[in-house]
């Protein structure tokens, strides 16, 4: 009797573990566009169009190598809308031993999947996915009876796990982080390569257009479009980026340029996050970089850490967590989230041109997400809820497993300290260090306060002075209530004052 077999959205791999054992005799293979999963949140048109591209490519690579693929379009008549309804409505025209399908990476999906075999009354075989280099259980053994998780000592354990970077059981170069060498400021005449840009075929056409029409409604442009939809097509991503950006990516990982919407990061998390690239495949070619001399130390090792040691960690921290974790507001933030994150229309020329490009592209490098959009959401006290939800709908690579911990945890601290150490809350003057954005901005970074101060630097006061009885005790921010209480009564009561009224004006 044939086994189903379930493949989701973001499992576009041929190594995926419910294609383990696959007979190509029987077993058929079930892949659906679900409406439901499309729209839960109104995700970026690009997105949408990325994802089902490569749903739909992938299907084409699998039926080319003689796997029985029951694929279901979007726009089918007969679709159900979702992926149970897709089963249910297979399992009515056909008899199966069992369903089998890697865990998937989001918790509402996989608390559904649990209730499958009493409600469908046949067998689920949910398997474990081992795209992943830590499993849960081993994450939750690693966490066990530790009060604050610290990516770096998780980092360190990953790193002699798989032998990376390592000799004699020590790091290459005597040191486990170059994060001190990565924070180099932009500087003239950069030469940023260009982005890798795709070709779109007949296939990407058709869901371009499938896009347009049904989703016009969604936030960000749909055209020009440039993911790589393929596994080829990702391999020449990640194979471009370790020839002509991994060699200066450490030095300026965390630099933000206007007009420069991709630096020289790798945008491969595309990729990783829905099964084209695996994860140390992506480590070894850059691994191969540095041994051959074709890239520093400081680079490939923040390029792994980011691979083997942060998204690792924060994937053990969403499955450890959930589903609490989605309602975590440390400092019950209750501002609804500004209109202009979905304009770009606002004075603040760092906040406009990373929304402007993150509507052109569903893109936006870590520094742009963390310290420009997530600082001010988090100076702002916007309610972690929205802010969320944004960040799931506008990015490409963005799924909840992802971004919920990255957000909740690293952007606004609504865990109250669990995930990272300190708020990484920042005033104008980090902006400006980093980037040339306010060059061409109508606020002044120099100015501390008025109507035509940068409103990064008095919120970053304000929010400490708002926070003070959950944060002083601190140990990392503690010196900065030092600084504050330094400051005459008159200057801390402008600090209020110009805050209030920027606040207020946002409503």
Known sequence: MPNLILILGDQLSESITSLKGYNPDTDVILMCESWEEMTYVKHHKKKIAFILSAMRHFSETLKHKNYKVKYIKLDDTKNTKSIKGEVVRLLKKQTFKSIIVTQPSEYHIFEDMRSW????????????????????SEFSSWAKDRKQLRMEFFYREMRKKYDILMK???????????DMENRKPPKDGLNIPLPYISKTDSITQEVISLVSQRFDDHFGDLEPFYFAVTRADALQVLNQFIERRLNYFGDYQDAMVQG??????????????CGLLLPLECIHIAEKAYRNGTAPINSVEGFIRQIIGWREYIRGIYWLKMPEYADENFFDAKRSL????????TKMNCLSQTILETKQNSYAHHIQRLMVLGN????????PKEVNEWFLVVYADAYEWVELPNVSGMILFADGGYLASKPYAAGGSYINKMSNYCKNCSYKVTKKNGLDACPFNYLYWNFLDHNRAKLAGNPRISMMYKVFDRMDTEKQATIREDSEIFLVSLE
């Not at 020590?170 to 486990?176: H, K, R, T, V």
């Not at 500004?338 to 229309?345: A, K, Q």
């Not at 001010?376 to 309610?383: D, E, P």
């Open 376 to 383: 001010f959401a988090l100076l702002a006290g916007i309610n």
């Open 260 to 273: 420069e919407a991709w630096m020289y990061h790798s945008h491969i998390s595309f990729y990783l996050n």
């Open 168 to 178: 004699d059981n020590n790091p290459i170069g005597g040191q486990w982080n170059y």
């Open 117 to 136: 075999e009493n409600e469908l009354a046949i067998h689920v075989e949910i398997r474990q996915d081992d795209r992943f280099l830590c499993t849960t």
């Open 338 to 345: 500004p209109d202009f994150y979905w304009t770009g229309n």
